[in-house]
């Protein structure tokens, strides 16, 4: 008798084109059209995106980045993660001055940056009202979550932006272990990492290293939360613990 083969592998182009083309979150994807019909006045010329934002990097990336969600004059309107906001701009930064990133700014998708050995991703796929996603719009699209990170093989350091971030990340290893080893409660019954800026989570064996950061919100860069020496502090933290 013939072995079924195994199912192939998605791929990293596959898992991206499902992102956008979802329409699980009527709230989500109404007022990401809403923005970009109406603009801001800074864009009124700029033809706004308005889908959900898959991830952007390197397929090969060691280092994932998890944030909260697209902005709404940011991603939303470019159509890649982290690009077109101050927010955006800090970031690079900081990846840029440990050897992630080739430029220090992400403007708009065809500015030529491009990130090495890093990946970036968010929990939510579309720009929430007041950068608020309910919970439930967090676990519908925790789907996108599982198969994006699925598709990024040589993951090692995990850098979770804010505490939706990290709750997500830490809510992906809960739902993969139950799935693998359904009789296996290890993570659950363990206390639940708390997040700060600096944290790292207990290893885990055969899991990345996860690490927190401050989100590079304009709420936390613009009252000194978040500094620049801080947060490259934190990638440069990451790429010691790359093998």
Same mark, same amino acid.
């Given at each position: 008798?013939?072995?079924?083969?195994?199912?192939?592998?998605?791929? %990293?182009?596959?898992?991206? &084109?499902?992102?956008?083309?979802? &329409?699980?979150? $009527?709230?989500?994807?109404? +007022?990401?059209?809403?923005?970009?019909?109406?603009?801001?006045?800074?864009?009124?010329?700029? !033809? +706004?995106?308005?889908? $959900?934002?898959? =991830?952007?990097?390197? $397929?090969?990336?060691? %280092?994932?980045?998890?944030? %909260?969600?697209?902005?709404?004059?940011?991603?939303?309107?470019?159509?890649?993660?982290?690009?077109?906001?101050?927010? =955006?701009?800090?970031?690079?930064?900081?990846? #840029?001055?440990?050897?992630? /990133? @080739?430029?220090?700014?992400?403007? #708009?998708?065809?500015?030529?940056?491009?990130?090495?050995? /890093? +990946?970036?991703? @968010?929990?939510?796929?579309?720009?929430?009202?007041?950068?608020?996603?309910?919970?439930? &719009?967090?676990?519908?699209?925790?789907? *996108?979550?599982?198969? &994006?990170?699925? /598709?990024?093989?040589?993951?090692?350091?995990? !850098?979770? %932006?804010?505490?939706?971030?990290?709750?997500?990340?830490?809510?992906?290893?809960?739902?993969?272990?139950?799935?693998?080893?359904? =009789?296996?409660?290890?993570?659950?019954?363990?206390?639940?990492? !708390?997040?700060? *800026?600096?944290?790292?989570?207990?290893?885990?064996?055969?899991?990345?290293?996860?690490?927190?950061? +401050?989100?590079?919100?304009?709420?936390?860069?613009?009252? =000194?939360?978040?500094?620049?020496?801080?947060? @490259?502090?934190?990638?440069?933290?990451?790429?010691?613990?790359?093998?």
């Amino acid at each position: 008798m013939r072995r079924a083969r195994p199912p192939a592998p998605v791929t %990293l182009q596959a898992v991206r &084109e499902a992102i956008v083309a979802c &329409e699980a979150c $009527p709230r989500l994807r109404t +007022y990401c059209q809403r923005i970009a019909r109406e603009k801001k006045a800074a864009h009124r010329d700029d !033809v +706004y995106w308005g889908k $959900p934002v898959p =991830g952007f990097g390197d $397929p090969a990336a060691r %280092l994932l980045i998890v944030g %909260l969600a697209p902005a709404a004059h940011g991603a939303n309107r470019t159509g890649r993660v982290f690009t077109g906001d101050g927010s =955006g701009d800090f970031l690079m930064r900081a990846l #840029h001055d440990n050897g992630f /990133a @080739s430029i220090p700014t992400a403007r #708009h998708a065809g500015d030529g940056l491009a990130l090495r050995d /890093a +990946y970036i991703l @968010s929990v939510v796929r579309c720009a929430p009202p007041d950068n608020k996603p309910t919970p439930d &719009e967090v676990v519908r699209c925790s789907r *996108h979550l599982a198969a &994006e990170i699925a /598709a990024l093989p040589n993951v090692q350091v995990v !850098v979770a %932006l804010g505490k939706i971030g990290w709750d997500g990340y830490l809510a992906f290893l809960r739902a993969r272990q139950a799935a693998d080893a359904p =009789g296996l409660t290890r993570i659950s019954r363990a206390p639940r990492p !708390v997040f700060g *800026h600096g944290a790292v989570a207990p290893v885990v064996p055969g899991q990345p290293i996860l690490m927190g950061s +401050y989100h590079p919100s304009r709420q936390n860069t613009n009252t =000194g939360r978040l500094t620049p020496p801080m947060l @490259s502090a934190i990638f440069a933290a990451a790429r010691a613990r790359l093998k």
